[in-house]
């Protein structure tokens, strides 16, 4: 065994902090009925076939009642509620040996009395409504083969244990789904919450400095080191007040921003004009996007060169969205493009525009030699 | 000379940016380290232009903004900002800042900014440029009173946040750089809200009114 699953078997069971209280209820049952039991064993104990063994019997179920207890109590896990069903039908079927056949046939309790409900509540808490109709059938089962006749009580038993497993596993299913959502609720409010103290951080530090560090180093004209590192220092000031402030915004109807996603997706370097609302589309549209306007940019570096400037325009009208994706690099000569595509090579154009015509939108390139290249992605807004 | 006030919360910003312009011939007239002071100071120093931060305790760079502007209409406020919400920025152009730079702008830049600032004009980022196109878009949605873009006022921002210069765009559009420039000035100019209680009814619609 490794030491991981060591500390499974050791932990408590998913969702077993939800549920202490439906446990701490079935202990108190559990020591309830157990009292039942004796008061049975110190009533009738006296005409059993086997006083002796009855004795044992009920003896055996204090102890497994306590160890059982502290562990449904710590981990309330489904084996300990697998092992207490057959045990407690162990010990049900034991009152065959214990008690006479007569006053078995004459309706006489069996020795686990309303004890051998236990384990039916157990499963229910441990596995769900499932466990809790398996727990209650084969209890049933095992009272019918004691009693090995359909009489009121038996019948007044099933409906008690089968109502009991299905309703208490259906609570259990719902707090432990309640429960769940509960915690992923709060730790994403945490996360957001240190992310916003993150921000506030780096604002108010980091920030500041690199800007300063950019600034003071840039002025000092022939210090090439001082020059590189205020240039270093200004591309990482860039990519964090990018990173600050592209939270990614989630939409309604899972939708998301396409502002705060292009913050993401391209280069530092690139201005992005957008909105100051977040821009919502479909999580796809807002993919397929950002892969267009990464592939422009990729290009755009390629062929402008690194030193080109690169502008996006993000643009919201009520039933389109329209982005702009501009370089001022060397630009690409009247021709070239259909030269391309003629011999075979679609290229980087090609993709994009493939792309585009799949999201229903349209594109257009505006370039010619030393004009800088200009696409415009228009795409329709769905449902609108 | 152009006479300056820096509000900062950032002391080693503001001594820096401070100094730095005084060596540049820019006459730094007053500091203050939150918008409350800048709003107690500035009718005293009387400065051409505020460079303005955003995320200022006591009082917000838009309020401040709001609050100067009102006191000495004289006055322009240039936003200078390390990492604004746009959101934020918009309510100080709203608010009557006639610019917006980002702190890691080169001290040329800036100075360049202040100058043309205290002469008149608007500082047009091309992220401002975004940033007024989206508020258009969404004044259209808003009523038939909001103020709108003129068809070349739209074209021309467009280019701006493209990242055209103004030469740039005034050849383009076969315009001449003058008429560039006042394109981009009533754009701005017809956003700017007259009025505090303008001011609080757009805060308070757009969320802005928590600001701490």
Redesign the interface.
């Known amino acids: 065994m490794t030491s991981v699953d060591g500390a499974r078997r050791g932990g408590p069971a998913r969702g077993h902090a939800h549920l202490v209280p439906l446990w701490r209820g079935l202990v108190v049952y559990r020591v309830v009925a157990l009292v039942a039991a004796i008061v049975n064993l110190v009533r009738f104990g006296d005409g059993w076939a086997r006083p002796t063994l009855g004795v044992l019997v009920v003896a055996a179920m204090v102890v497994w009642t306590a160890m059982s207890s502290l562990r449904y109590l710590h981990r309330g896990d489904a084996r300990t509620a697998v092992v207490d069903l057959v045990v407690t039908s162990l010990a049900t079927a034991s009152t065959l040996l214990v008690e006479t056949p007569a006053r078995l046939a004459e309706g006489g309790p069996v020795i686990t009395t309303v004890w051998s409900a236990g384990p039916v509540l157990a499963l229910a808490l441990a596995l769900g409504w499932r466990g809790g109709l398996v727990g209650g059938v084969v209890t049933v089962g095992v009272l019918f083969a004691v009693r090995r006749a359909v009489d009121a009580d038996l019948v007044f038993d099933t409906q008690l244990l089968l109502v009991a497993g299905l309703a208490v596993g259906l609570a259990a299913d719902t707090m432990r789904r309640s429960g769940e959502r509960l915690r992923e609720a709060t730790a994403r409010e945490a996360a957001t919450a240190e992310r916003e103290r993150l921000?506030r951080d780096?604002?108010?530090g980091v920030?500041?400095?690199?800007?300063?560090v950019?600034?003071?180093g840039?002025?000092l004209d022939g210090d090439a080191p001082a020059v590189e590192l205020a240039r270093l220092a200004?591309e990482q000031?860039?990519a964090l007040?990018r990173l600050?402030?592209s939270a990614p915004v989630p939409g309604p109807d899972g939708t998301v921003d396409l502002s705060s996603r292009l913050a993401g997706a391209l280069p530092p370097r690139a201005?992005?004009?957008?909105?100051?609302?977040p821009v919502l589309l479909p999580a796809a549209v807002v993919d397929e996007l950002a892969a267009v306007l990464r592939e422009g940019a990729a290009n755009a570096a390629a062929h402008a060169g690194p030193d080109a400037?690169l502008?996006v325009?993000?643009?919201?009208?009520?039933d389109e969205v329209t982005v702009?994706l501009?370089d001022?690099g060397v630009g690409i000569p009247a021709g070239r493009l259909d030269e391309a595509a003629a011999e075979g090579h679609l290229g980087v154009a090609g993709s994009m525009r493939g792309r585009v015509a799949d999201l229903g939108g349209t594109i257009t390139l505006h370039t010619g030699a030393g004009q800088g290249t200009?696409w415009e992605i228009t795409v329709p807004r769905r449902g609108s | 000379m152009v006479r300056v006030m820096v509000v900062d919360d950032h002391p080693i910003w503001r001594e820096s940016v401070a100094r730095e312009l005084g060596e540049r011939g820019v006459d730094v007239v007053a500091t203050a380290a939150d918008g409350a002071a800048a709003v107690r100071i500035a009718p005293a120093v009387r400065p051409d232009v505020v460079l303005m931060d955003l995320q200022l305790p006591e009082l917000s760079g838009a309020e401040a903004t709001a609050r100067v502007r009102e006191a000495l209409p004289d006055t322009r406020v240039l936003v200078l900002s390390a990492s604004a919400e746009q959101g934020d920025v918009m309510a100080a152009v709203r608010a009557g800042a006639s610019g917006y730079l980002v702190k890691s702008a080169g001290l040329d830049e800036l100075v360049d900014a202040i100058t043309r600032t205290a002469s008149g004009h608007a500082v047009f980022s091309p992220g401002l440029a975004g940033l007024v196109l989206g508020e258009y878009r969404r004044l259209e949605n808003a009523g038939p009173d909001e103020p709108r873009l003129t068809p070349r006022e739209t074209e021309v921002l467009r280019l701006v946040a493209k990242g055209l210069t103004a030469r740039a765009i005034a050849e383009r559009l076969v315009l001449s750089h003058r008429t560039v420039e006042n394109h981009v000035q009533n754009s701005l100019r017809k956003l700017q809200l007259t009025n505090r209680v303008e001011l609080t009814r757009y805060a308070i619609e757009r969320g802005l009114d928590a600001d701490d």
């Open positions: 921000s780096i604002h108010d920030l500041q400095v690199l800007a300063l950019r600034r003071r840039a002025e200004g000031e860039a007040r600050i402030t201005s992005l004009a957008v909105p100051a609302e400037g502008w325009l993000v643009e919201d009208a009520a702009s501009r001022d200009e």
